[in-house]
Each structure stands twice: as C-alpha cells, then as structure tokens.
C-alpha cells in the first residue's frame, strides 16, 4: 500500500498528499530544500454576492418558441442572457519550506520516498555522511495539525530553516516563537480560462471582503537551540524536531460567509498549543488509531503482485500498468485514501482537487463542477464502506438547496430549488458565464439540484436511516421535484419536455452548424425520472405525502420517452440528431445506467442495449474522469473484460513534462497516481474505485450481485468489507473464476435477495441451513440485525 520513488519531487504531481479534510499538503521530499505545499479548504477568493438573474425569466419564453421552430443557433445567442457570474476560487494557502543545512550530496542507493495508504504517513529517508536523515508527515484529524518529523541518526546532527510563504497578499510575524503568515483572499479571482486585464483583484486590506486566514508553525526540538526570526525558525545542532502547522480562515459553515467573530489567529494559536503540549509519539499515535480504521473497513486482493518491491511508482505505471493486479489494489486504496484526506465530518466537500492546489487560478478555478465531477467525487463514498465521508456533501447540498430556492424563483419563478453547472464555497446556484461570455453547452444546464439528490436518496438506501430520509433526503428531492414540475413544459403532443435543455458540453449537428440548447435532452429525462420515481418511494416509505407522490406519478407518465437512434443507441438529444464528436468525453445520455437505475437490464431491456451501443460507439478513450465513468458503465453491462480495459487506458503514466501531442492520448495517471484529466482532476480517481467496486459486487436493482463483471485478468482472488444497499456489509472470495464463496452481515431484519440459482447455500454463521427460496435464479432469505450469514457455492 505504498505510493514510492527513489527520488525528490520535480513537479506537483510527483509529491505525495496528507490531508485531515480540512488541512491538504503536498510533500515533494526534497534534500536540501524541502517543499511542502499546503492548503486550507474553506480558502476561496470572493463572499458572498448576488448572482441570480431576473432577465433570464424574461428571456425564457422567447428561448422555447425559438427552440419549438428549430432556431438553435438564436436560441444559443439568448440563452446567454440567462447567466450569471463565474463562481470563485480555491486558492493555495502557501508553501512550508524547509532548508538543510547538511547539502546535497546524499549517499548512492539511500534515498526513498513514499507514501504509505494505510497509516497515511509521507516518509523520507536518506543518508549523508554516514548520517541517516527521516522526516515523517502526516496530516492529523483529532489535532487538526500538519505534523513533520525530522531526525537525525547522530546526535546533534540536524539544522535547518524553517518558514512559511504564500502567492496571497500577506504578512509574517513572530508571536512566542511561533511563525505566522496572515492575509486576506481575493475579493475575486477570475477562472484560469477568462481572459481579463484584471484576473485577480483584491479589496483594501482594512475594508476587504475576501476571507482572512492564517498559518502558524511551531517546532518542538530535542537538543539543539532554536533561533526565531521573522526569517524562520532556525533549529541548530539537534537530534530531533517536530514542526506542527495549523491554518484557519474567517469562514463560517454555518453562516456560510466571513464572520468577524471567527479570528483565525485564536484558532490557530488554540490548536497549536493544544498539539504542542503533547508527545509527538501521543499525536502520532491517535492519527494512526483515526486513520486506519477508516482505511482498513475493506481489503482486496485480485493476485500476486508482478512488480518488484521496491520499485517507484511511476516506473510501475509505465512497465506493467493494469497488467499488475497489486497496482490495480493501489489505485483502488488510493481512491479511498484521498477520500479519506480530503472529506470529514465538519469540513468542506472534496472538490475539483480534492483539497489540493498550488495555483491561483487553477484549472476550472477548482471548484464544484455540478454537471459530473462532483457527483463523481463521492460515488465510492458508500459501496466503499466510508458513509460519514459522504456527509460533507450532503452537508453542501442542503447550502444549495436553500440558496437554489432564490435562484429557481428569480430566474424561473419556478417553485423548489435549482442549481447550474458550477458552484463554490458560497454555494452559488445560479448560471456561472460572466452574463453571457459562458457558451451554454456548459454554462446553462438546470439539472444540478436533479442530480445532487440522488447522493441523499443513495445515502438512505445504504444504510435504511428512515430519520435521515424523513429529516433531511425527502425534503431536498422534494423541493427538487418541486422545480421539475414547473420547469417541465408541454410539447405539441402533450408530451412533458424540458426546454432549453443541453447535453453537458456536447453540441449536435442542426442547420449547417453547431448547437448547445434543445428541447428534452436525454439526461434531463432521465435525472428527472428517477427523482420522481425516488421521492414516490420515499412518500410511500414515510406515509406522507400521496397527493404529491400521484402529481409525480401522473407527470413521469406523461414525459417524452426516450428514444433510440437509428443506429441502434439511446438517443443523446430528443431529435436523432448527428453529434459534435462521436466518441465525445461526456456520456451524459447514459446517466440512467450509472449512477442511476432507471436503466437497467430488468427494468427497461430495450434501452439498456441501445445505451450498451451508444457506449461501444463512443469507444475506449477520453480524458481520466472520463475513463473512470466508463469503467462503472462497463460493469453494469457485466463487460468485465471491457471494464478492465478502461482500468488500463487508465493506468497509463503521464508525465508533467509531456505535451498532448507526446502522448497517445489524452487521460492517464501522473507519476503520483493523481488522474490525470489532464491536468489534473481528483475525480478520475474517485470513479476508478467506485467503477472497480462495480466490478465486484451490485445492488441497485434490489438484489445482491455478486462479481456481476469479474475480468478474466483476476482469475483468484477476495473483497472484504464493501457495503450494498439494504444495509448490508459484503465479503466476496472467487476463485478459477468464479465465486466460491461469500459473507453477508445485516444492519437490519429483513428479507435479502441475492442473484445466486441453486448452486448457492445460504446458512447462518455457526449454525445450519437458512430458510432460502429461489424464484427467477435469485435467493430470497430472511435476515436479522448483525447476523452474519455465509454463502457457498456447492459443487
């Protein structure tokens, strides 16, 4: 479970990440300078502001007669009006540097560097002069601190300098022997992607509105002297020092805005004494007793490793790839770990970099892409057995939901709420396109709300809180539906369509050009299909509600249906319309498949194949998060080898330094495993362990399957540990093959239908034969509250 290289960091995508949730660094492992890049995940630019548009209600009926006479190129040109803002963003906080005062020269072979998943500790050791030099990081959750630990084998051997800085307006201090570096963000910071003259701009620093922060480093040395100054903290002839970094912001979650109350230098300095007055051994050791039981609820194994031991990373990426089943593990674990580092309770959802970021204006501004990456982002939260994580999210969607209630009234006079296709920490719900500089394929999509409810809805099912659904999903997706209703209009059959409506950021051939805006696009039918169809369950769950659930009923009934091509795949528009790029990134037309399932091989055959030939059309390519979505579509196809595939295209090493034209094409991983989009985008990591989960065990059709998609390439091997929906825990062990075995424990009393036939026996742990009937090749068996109950496979 080690992410290794025999050598320093040259780029940011060759260091290693540690984070709480909260706090992110990237540690580059250098010899005589250290980097270790740091961020704070409540530090945005901006505050809070207006982005709601009443002209977009104006315009919206000229934009539907347009769109009802095929004038889409002026509907394009219109729709523009109907934007607001760009949303802010993620900025880095600085960097820590760390300079030795023992040079470079460092003993051939001593040197190593990794990152290790399962105590989710960064190590760096190597020797000089016959001394050997170590350095641990790790980011603690119960001391809120970035802990680094240096050592040196000889006594009195270690100097250095240590400091903080920063690319955002700020100053440094010295306070008790403490650096500090504290500053405000920019009242606004332009997307990497608009040209400006004035990209980032700043307020006056006693009046500005962009958020404070601050960053405080203490050192705890044994042996040696310490000099502070407002040059560092300069640490003289010790054995031993620990430095703890702590950041704050004047965000707060709750008002969702900069408070004056919230003093990030009192935070900082109460968090710092509170870890400093304790055994570095003591810190250590509760990060390891917080970490590890998150990171070890589920284990896999799919063969012997073929790659040496020791050999780095990304000399293991570029020789074996997927072809090495012990890399496909690292990926997975990977996934889980970044989840773990960069989403807790309390804190900030993962965005477009997780909580990673060395850039101002980072690609995307690294916000809350809402129309797939941020969505994908928590697709391993459940099945991968890390629920509480999934809570920022959940979190940040109930911030939308009351934000969007404006929006969709402003804009629309629509009921419910709504959101677009790009947020931020302010939860903006409104269209991000600089009031018309945005080209609506991807700056005008209303489905946001639509498709964020299913994380809530998801979140129920795994774990069948009825609190949760009664208290916070079923007000979300209904207030979701709420909008659905009134944006849904009547075509000239009395069909419910949606109109304007896009396919996320693919355009269709219409009239001699290009077009971004139509009527009833297939991802808006199906999110909107699938969320009546979840707030009707929930009513009938809760006892609430039946009017409402019957309006529901009677509106989805009444819906276009979708459509297949005369190529034989689900249509992507509601017109057979030629697309922009046949083997585009975005599949947005198969939302119904995965995540969703709406679509599946029970409920709708017909569909379910052509969305099978839409997906064979589009072909193996695209950027990682791209290829990470197909590894899950895959899987519901029960394509195992296909799926494999896409895990390979995946698992190919892009380097820092290459061009696109370099490279066979586009996606990949870096040398540190991050997906490479490129650049890079955590979300491509994300769905690679949500696709490999897939693989091995589904549930979304209301039974247990298990290794629905189990590629010839992993002939032996288990999973322990992944959760299904009902509220189950699922151990699967397979071998030549072939399932051989499995274990099912229950959070509740029920009946649990697996996907078997007869070879299976189901039988209570340490008792006889249960219960079991078959109908139709599934296995029906009633199950109690925290039984484990064994399945075999009979001979």
């Not at 170590?134 to 000889?154: K, M, W």
Request: hydrophobic letters at 40%; glycine letters at 10%; one cysteine or more.
């Amino acid at each position: 479970m080690n992410i290794q290289f025999s050598a320093p960091a040259v780029y940011w995508t060759e260091a290693l990440p540690a984070g709480n949730g909260n706090l992110g660094a990237m540690v580059f492992g250098g010899i005589e300078r250290e980097r270790i890049a740091l961020n704070e995940d409540t530090l945005w630019s901006g505050y809070p502001r207006e982005w709601n548009n009443p002209g977009a209600r104006e315009v919206l009926p000229e934009i539907r007669s347009l769109i009802a006479q095929g004038r889409y190129g002026e509907a394009d040109q219109l729709s523009k009006q109907m934007m607001g803002p760009y949303t802010q963003s993620y900025l880095p906080l600085g960097d820590l540097n760390i300079t030795m005062e023992h040079g470079q020269s460092v003993e051939r072979g001593s040197y190593s560097r990794k990152l290790d998943l399962s105590a989710g500790v960064v190590s760096v050791q190597y020797g000089i002069g016959g001394v050997q030099y170590a350095r641990e990081v790790f980011a603690s959750h119960p001391d809120q601190v970035i802990a680094v630990r240096l050592t040196a084998s000889r006594e009195g051997a270690l100097s250095f300098l240590a400091r903080l800085d920063s690319p955002l307006r700020h100053s440094i201090r010295l306070e008790q022997e403490q650096f500090t570096i504290s500053g405000h963000a920019p009242e606004h910071v332009d997307p990497n992607y608009y040209a400006s003259a004035e990209p980032v701009r700043y307020g006056d620093s006693g009046a500005s509105r962009g958020l404070q922060f601050q960053g405080r480093l203490a050192v705890i040395h044994e042996g040696g002297s310490l000099h502070a100054g407002v040059e560092g903290l300069h640490i003289s002839g010790a054995t031993s020092a620990t430095l703890y970094f702590s950041a704050a912001t004047s965000f707060d979650p709750l008002l969702r805005a900069s408070s004056p109350e919230r003093i990030p230098g009192e935070v900082t300095a109460r968090i710092i004494q509170a870890a400093g007055s304790r055994e570095y051994a003591a810190v250590l050791q509760d990060h390891l007793q917080d970490h590890r039981p998150l990171f070890d609820r589920v284990k896999l194994h799919l063969g012997p490793s073929k790659a040496p031991a020791d050999l780095p990373t990304d000399q293991r990426i570029a020789e074996y790839g997927s072809s090495d089943p012990g890399l496909v593990e690292l990926l997975f674990h990977y996934g889980r770990y970044l989840l773990i580092a960069s989403s807790r309770p309390g804190t900030q959802p993962a965005n477009l970099q997780g909580i990673w970021n060395q850039e101002t204006r980072a690609p995307w501004s690294s916000n809350y892409t809402l129309n797939i990456n941020a969505e994908m982002n928590y697709w391993p939260a459940e099945v991968c057995n890390l629920p509480e994580l999934h809570e920022p999210f959940i979190d940040y969607i109930g911030a939308l939901a009351v934000n969007g209630r404006k929006t969709a009234e402003v804009n629309y006079g629509a009921r419910g709420w709504v959101a677009h296709h790009n947020s931020d920490l302010w939860a903006q719900t409104g269209p991000a396109g600089a009031y018309g500089d945005g080209d609506p394929v991807w700056a005008f999509w209303p489905m946001g709300a639509v498709w964020l409810t299913q994380h809530v809805w998801e979140h129920y099912l795994f774990s069948g809180d009825t609190d949760f659904l009664r208290e916070t999903a079923y007000p979300v997706m209904k207030d979701a539906a709420l909008f659905c209703l009134d944006w849904l209009i009547e075509n000239e059959a009395g069909e419910l369509i949606t109109s304007p409506s896009t396919s996320p950021e693919h355009k269709f051939a219409a009239g001699g050009g290009l077009h971004a805006v139509s009527a009833a696009a297939t991802m808006d039918l199906s999110l909107i299909a699938e969320l009546f169809s979840n707030c009707m369950e929930s009513a009938e769950l809760l006892q609430t509600d039946e009017e409402f659930a019957g309006t529901l009923a009677r509106a989805k009934e009444r819906m276009l249906p979708l459509r297949v091509d005369r190529q034989g795949r689900l249509q992507e528009w509601s017109e057979d319309y030629p697309e922009e790029d046949i083997h585009h990134r975005h599949v947005s037309h198969l939302v119904g498949v995965y995540p969703g399932r709406l679509i599946s091989e029970q409920s709708a055959p017909e569909l379910f194949r052509a969305a099978r030939t839409s997906l064979e059309i589009r072909g193996d390519g695209g950027t990682g998060w791209s290829l990470g979505w197909k590894i899950s579509l895959w899987a519901r196809f029960k394509d195992g080898n296909r799926a494999e595939r896409l895990i390979s295209n995946l698992l190919t090493l892009v380097r820092e330094n290459e061009t696109v034209r370099q490279r066979a094409a586009e996606g990949g991983v870096y040398a540190n495993l991050f997906d490479a989009h490129p650049p890079f985008q955590i979300d491509g990591n994300f769905a690679a362990t949500s696709g490999i989960a897939e693989m091995l065990l589904q549930s979304h059709q209301g039974f247990l399957e298990l290794l629905p998609a189990l590629p010839d390439s992993w002939p032996e091997g288990y999973v322990k540990g992944l959760r299904a929906r009902g509220g189950y825990e699922v151990d699967i062990d397979w071998s030549n093959g072939s399932l051989s075995g499995a274990v099912v424990t229950a959070s509740r009393t029920q009946t649990c239908r697996v996907l078997a036939g007869q070879q299976i026996q189901i039988s209570e742990a340490g008792t006889g034969v249960g219960n079991v009937t078959v109908k139709d090749g599934i296995a029906e068996f009633p199950v109690e509250a925290g039984k484990r109950y064994i399945l075999t496979v009979q001979e």
